[in-house]
């Protein structure tokens, strides 16, 4: 809406009419100061924002990209999402991914391998949602991107780990600091009579019911008190299986 004004005198005019000059300017560095605002967000996020047109190729993406890897944002411009995967990715997730994509869905938390130009593999999980215009037309996709390869490895140590445990011939088992059972391998649960199937955890098994009477009063007393002093104990024990029988172990 324009301002009106009675044609007095030019001095009239003159001040009336710079008014929404001084509003037009004051809500256009508004607008920078806000743009600005965005690309600091942007750039000091540990993840990355990006956006593409609607062929899917990315249009813009921001400078702050995980360092470990030998690339830069700008080589991706220009570039689609599934250009980019490797071959490790999860078959089902990526055609899962295209669908959502051809259908103009919003996606969460798509994790997919990304083959960097120097040979290496980045793990990356992204989420977007698309664009569209005042009339409706679709301008494409916005949204985030994280490098999860560190917690991706940290993982897959972990299953290492935990395969080599559960394998293990001996008795393995790991409690809560007040002693309440959390785990028991595979060959703790046949020492035991614990069927591969029952969860310990609701079992409401402490580590002095692993042990028949007479040794819960040690394992209490001084088991349990050097192992939280000095983070081990050694020493020989007896294990109490479900059918009474006892079984010499040396901790």
Same mark, same amino acid.
């Given at each position: 809406? !324009? ?5 007095? &005198?030019?001095? #009239?005019?003159?001040? $009336? ?6 509003? *037009?300017?004051? #809500?256009? /560095? ?13 750039? &000091? *996020? ?6 593409? !047109? ?20 700008? &080589?991706? $411009? ?37 083959? @960097?130009?120097? !040979?290496?593999?980045?793990? $990356? ?20 991107? /994280? ?9 897959? #140590?972990? =299953? ?17 600091? =007040?002693?309440? $059972?959390?785990?028991?391998? *595979? *060959? ?6 614990? !069927?591969? #199937? ?16 007479? /040794? ?22 007896? @294990? ?12």
């Amino acid at each position: 809406q !324009g301002w009106p004004f009675a044609p007095v &005198s030019a001095d #009239a005019i003159y001040l $009336i009419a710079r008014r929404p000059v001084a509003h *037009a300017l004051a #809500a256009e /560095t508004e607008r920078r100061r806000e743009a600005q605002r965005f690309r600091d967000f942007a750039e &000091s *996020a540990s993840d990355w924002f990006w956006e593409t !047109g609607p062929d899917m190729r990315f249009s813009y993406i921001s400078e702050r990209v995980d360092g470990r890897f030998a690339f830069v944002p700008s &080589s991706m $411009i220009g570039r689609t999402r599934d250009e980019m995967m490797a071959p490790e990715t999860d078959p089902e997730q990526r055609q899962r991914h295209r669908e959502d994509l051809a259908e103009r869905r919003p996606f969460r938390d798509f994790q997919y391998v990304m083959g @960097l130009p120097d !040979g290496q593999r980045a793990q $990356i999980q992204t989420s977007g949602r698309p664009l569209y215009g005042d009339d409706g037309t679709f301008l494409g996709y916005r949204g985030v991107s /994280t490098n999860v390869t560190a917690a991706v490895e940290a993982r897959a #140590a972990r =299953d290492r780990m935990a395969g080599v445990v559960e394998a293990s011939p001996n008795f393995v088992a790991t409690a809560e600091t =007040d002693g309440h $059972i959390l785990y028991i391998n *595979a *060959a703790g649960r046949a020492m035991l009579g614990i !069927g591969a #199937a029952e969860d310990v955890t609701r079992l409401d098994l402490d580590l002095v019911d692993l042990y028949p009477a007479a /040794t819960a009063g040690r394992i209490r007393d001084d088991v349990l008190p050097a192992a939280r002093r000095s983070g081990q104990w050694t020493g020989e024990l007896t @294990l109490r299986h479900r059918n009474g029988s006892e079984i010499p172990v040396l901790n």
